[in-house]
C-alpha cells in the first residue's frame, strides 16, 4: 500500500490469535493479492486464503478464512519451517519477521516439552493455517509499511481446551511461557489467545501498553470464529504516524540494560551469543573488556532491549553464556526515526540506504552494509567500491545531511 513510515497499535484486549490479526491488517487496507502472493510461496498449492465481512457481538469485522487444498498436512520440525520460509524469496524483513515469531514459538514449545528447539515437532501452531497466519501477517505490515508495532495487554482466557496433547488448561503452557514479560489479563472463558497469536504479537510488538500518541490514518477489526454475545470478538489495529513529543519533553524509561561479568566463557562462543541476543528482539548487545579481580581479563555483557522483551532475553543469557547473575537497570533512549530507501547501484542493481532523519530533515544516509557486502560477492568487485556506489548513488537521490526525506521514501 505505501512506502511510509507507519505505527501500529494492536488491541488484544479481548484475546488474539493469527487470523485474528490478519483480518484485522486487512481491514486496514493491506492488499490481499500480496498476502495470497507471500503465503504461496512459502507453501505452494497447499492454502487458499478469502477474507469476508462479519458482525462480531454487533460489530463489523473481517474474517479471514484458510481453506485446505491438500487433504495430508504434516507435522513440520522447525528446521522444516526454517527452511521452507528461508527458501521462500520473500522480502527481507517479512522473512525476518516470519522467522522470528516460529523462533519464539519454537522456543516455548521446547521449554514446555522439555526437549532440544532443533526437536520440536509443531502440531497446531506448525501447521499449515499457522504457517499461512504468521507469513500473512508479516507481508501485510511491510504492504502496510508498518515500521514499528506496540501492543495491549493480551487477554488470555480461562478454562480448558482440548489441544494435540490432550486436556489443557487455559491459558495453554505455550502459550503462558510466550507472555513472559508481557501484560495479560484472563478476559473471559474460552481459549482467548492462541500460540501463534501471542507468539505475534510477543515477537513483533516493541512495547506493551495504551494507545502511543499518533496521528491515527488507518484502523482494522479482526473476527475470531466465535461470535459472543455481550463482548466482541475481535482484534483491533490502528494504524498513524508518531505525534512529535517536543524537545521539552523527558522520554519515560521503557528500556532496560542487562549486565553480567563474565571471565569463563570461550571466546569464539561470543559472536553467535550477542547475534542470537539481537535476534531474540534485543535492541543492542555488545560486549565490554575488564579486568577482574586477581588480575583476570573478562567481558562485561551488556544487552538493551524494550522491557517486553527482558523476560526472554534475560532467560538466553542464562542458557547460552556461564554467568550466574545478571544485573538489569532502567534506561533512558532517545532515538532518531529511521527509513529505509532503496537506491540502483552499478546500473541496475538495487541497496536499501537506511535514513535517520528528525521530523522529516536527514540527519544521517547509510548503505546497509551487508547488502553492500552480498552484492561485492555477487559481482566479483571489492566491497569498497560498491560501498563507495551505493554512497554516491544515495547522494544522487538527495539523501544528504540536512536535506528533506522523500515524500515517498520507497
Known amino acids: ?188 472463558e474460552g481459549e482467548l489467545a492462541t500460540p501463534t497469536g501471542m507468539a505475534l504479537v510477543t515477537a513483533l510488538a516493541e512495547h506493551c501498553g495504551g494507545l502511543p500518541a499518533l496521528c491515527v490514518r488507518r484502523t482494522g477489526m479482526g473476527a475470531g470464529t466465535k461470535d459472543t454475545p455481550g463482548r466482541p470478538n475481535v482484534v483491533r489495529v490502528v494504524l498513524g504516524t508518531p505525534v ?14 542487562l549486565e553480567a561479568n563474565i571471565d569463563d566463557l570461550d571466546p569464539r562462543l561470543w559472536p553467535g551469543v550477542l547475534a542470537s541476543l539481537l535476534s531474540d528482539g534485543a535492541s543492542d548487545a555488545w560486549l565490554v573488556p575488564i579486568l577482574m579481580k586477581k588480575g583476570r581479563p573478562a567481558h562485561t555483557l551488556r544487552v538493551l532491549a524494550p522491557r517486553a522483551r527482558i523476560a526472554a532475553l534475560r532467560e538466553r543469557v542464562f542458557r547460552e553464556t556461564s554467568t550466574i547473575g545478571v544485573r538489569e537497570s532502567a534506561v533512558l533512549r532517545t532515538v532518531l526515526e529511521r527509513t529505509w530507501v532503496k537506491v540502483t547501484v552499478l546500473g541496475r542493481e538495487t541497496v536499501p540506504v537506511k535514513v535517520a532523519h528528525r521530523k522529516g530533515t536527514i540527519v544521517r544516509a547509510t548503505p546497509e552494509f551487508e547488502d553492500v557486502a552480498e552484492l561485492a560477492a555477487a559481482q566479483g568487485l571489492p566491497v569498497i567500491t560498491v560501498l563507495e556506489a551505493a554512497g554516491a548513488a544515495a547522494v544522487a537521490k538527495g539523501l544528504v545531511p540536512g536535506a528533506k526525506l522523500p515524500p515517498d521514501p520507497g
Open 1 to 188: 500500500m505505501t512506502a511510509r513510515q507507519q505505527e501500529a497499535w494492536l488491541d488484544a484486549t479481548a484475546g488474539v490469535a493469527g487470523d485474528m490479526l490478519l483480518g484485522a491488517l486487512l481491514d486496514a487496507g493491506a492488499e490481499p493479492a500480496v498476502v495470497r502472493a507471500a503465503v504461496d510461496a512459502v507453501i505452494p498449492g497447499t492454502v487458499r486464503l478469502s477474507h469476508k465481512h462479519v458482525h462480531r457481538a454487533g460489530l463489523r469485522a473481517t474474517k479471514v478464512e484458510v481453506e485446505p487444498l491438500i487433504e495430508d498436512h504434516p507435522h513440520r520440525t522447525w528446521r522444516a519451517v526454517r527452511e521452507l520460509i528461508g527458501g521462500a524469496g520473500l522480502p527481507g524483513c517479512v522473512q525476518d519477521r516470519a522467522l522470528a515469531v516460529f523462533g519464539r514459538l519454537a522456543e516455548a514449545e521446547a521449554r514446555v516439552h522439555g526437549v532440544a528447539v532443533e526437536e520440536v515437532h509443531f502440531h497446531e501452531v506448525g501447521a499449515w493455517d499457522s504457517i499461512a497466519d504468521v507469513v500473512g501477517v508479516c507481508a501485510a505490515l511491510h504492504d502496510l509499511g508498518v515500521t514499528r508495532l506496540t501492543a495491549s495487554a493480551v487477554a488470555l482466557g480461562s478454562g480448558r481446551v482440548r489441544a494435540a496433547h490432550g486436556d489443557l488448561p487455559v491459558p495453554v503452557p505455550a502459550v503462558l511461557e510466550l507472555a513472559m514479560g508481557w501484560q495479560v489479563t484472563s478476559g473471559g
Open 244 to 257: 512529535p513529543s517536543g524537545p521539552e519533553k523527558v522520554p519515560e524509561a521503557t528500556d532496560v540494560v
